[in-house]
């Protein structure tokens, strides 16, 4: 539902400015995400560890060109990250000192709207570079996690279950970039994107235990990740180049004094 309503703001308020310039193109497309730093952290003693892992991510672009060299760009872009359950289960029995820890888990998610400059710098015939700095905001998504742990007693063994359940926030983000555009024909194009894209973003989740137990658990996530992205584009309109007389040309018209 986000990401369709980004969608709708994307052609509302940019489909007018394609019109005005008719230069430009429309991308759809998918890639994969790598976190690093504290958002791929799997150290327990590290309250921003997310323990994040490699993930997909699909997006709609568009490039509005208003200048020889300036664009302006807009990207909507949905990614999913995995969640490290065995290294998060690893962490708890390290800080709890129990053995057997047994984590089950979603993905983080995340939808973006960014929208800012971007520089077409013409490489060679139908190759344009791409340099692109954005803004905009992230609504983020922890995942929903249940904690199963077991303490062996004699006689008994001694389970708890401990959930943590879903929950989002918006925060501002930027991306910085770096691609190149293939046009294929007059009217389509492809794209190859590299990315990397930051933002701190305040998390505030439940967690609940078999036993009674409640509590709220709050704190920031950093999110850090490298993306490299594939599109297929369609142009607006090719930009036509000027005829150039052909003086040799016995049909080319010439005025006769």
Same mark, same amino acid.
């Given at each position: 539902?986000?990401?369709?309503?980004?969608?709708?703001?994307l052609?509302?308020?940019f489909?007018?400015?394609?019109?005005?310039?008719?230069?430009?193109y429309f991308a759809?497309?998918?890639?994969?995400?790598?976190?690093?730093?504290?958002?791929?952290?799997t150290?327990?003693?590290n309250?921003?560890?997310g323990?994040?892992?490699?993930?997909?991510?699909?997006?709609?672009?568009m490039?509005?060109? /208003?200048?020889? &060299?300036? @664009? #302006?760009g807009?990207l909507?872009?949905h +990614?999913?990250?995995?969640? $490290?359950?065995? =290294?998060?289960s690893?962490a708890?029995?390290?800080?709890?000192?129990?053995?057997?820890?047994?984590?089950v888990n979603?993905p983080?998610?995340?939808?973006?709207?960014?929208?800012?400059?971007?520089?077409?710098?013409?490489?060679?015939k139908g190759?344009?570079?791409?340099?692109?700095g954005?803004?905009?905001?992230?609504?983020?998504?922890?995942?929903?996690?249940e904690?199963?742990?077991?303490?062996y007693?004699?006689?008994p063994v001694?389970?708890?279950?401990?959930?943590?359940a879903?929950?989002?926030?918006i925060?501002?983000?930027?991306?910085?970039g770096?691609?190149?555009r293939f046009? /294929?024909?007059? &009217?389509? @194009? #492809?794209?190859f994107?590299a990315d990397? +894209?930051l933002?701190?973003? $305040?998390?505030? =989740?439940?967690?609940?235990?078999?036993n009674?137990?409640?509590?709220?658990?709050?704190g920031?996530?950093?999110?850090?990740?490298?993306?490299?992205?594939?599109?297929?584009?369609?142009?607006?309109?090719?930009?036509?180049e000027?005829i150039?007389?052909?003086?040799?040309?016995?049909?080319?018209?010439?005025?006769k004094?």
């Open positions: 539902m986000r990401l369709k309503l980004m969608l709708l703001l052609v509302v308020f489909a007018p400015i394609a019109s005005a310039q008719d230069r430009g759809l497309g998918g890639g994969c995400g790598f976190p690093v730093g504290d958002y791929a952290s150290d327990g003693t309250s921003n560890a323990f994040a892992t490699q993930g997909f991510s699909y997006h709609i672009s490039e509005i060109k /208003i200048g020889e &060299y300036f @664009c #302006l807009v909507a872009r +990614f999913n990250n995995g969640f $490290d359950g065995d =290294a998060y690893s708890i029995s390290k800080l709890s000192n129990v053995s057997n820890v047994v984590a979603q983080w998610k995340a939808n973006m709207l960014l929208g800012g400059p971007q520089w077409c710098i013409p490489l060679d190759v344009n570079l791409e340099i692109k954005l803004m905009g905001i992230i609504n983020l998504t922890n995942p929903a996690i904690i199963t742990v077991s303490q007693q004699y006689p001694n389970t708890v279950v401990a959930n943590i879903n929950s989002s926030n925060a501002f983000g930027g991306l910085l770096l691609g190149f046009d /294929i024909t007059p &009217y389509t @194009c #492809l794209n994107n990397y +894209f933002s701190n973003v $305040d998390m505030q =989740a439940s967690a609940t235990t078999s009674g137990n409640s509590a709220t658990l709050k920031m996530q950093p999110v850090r990740t490298i993306n490299i992205g594939l599109g297929f584009g369609f142009r607006f309109s090719p930009e036509k000027p150039k007389p052909n003086f040799y040309d016995p049909h080319f018209p010439l005025d004094h």
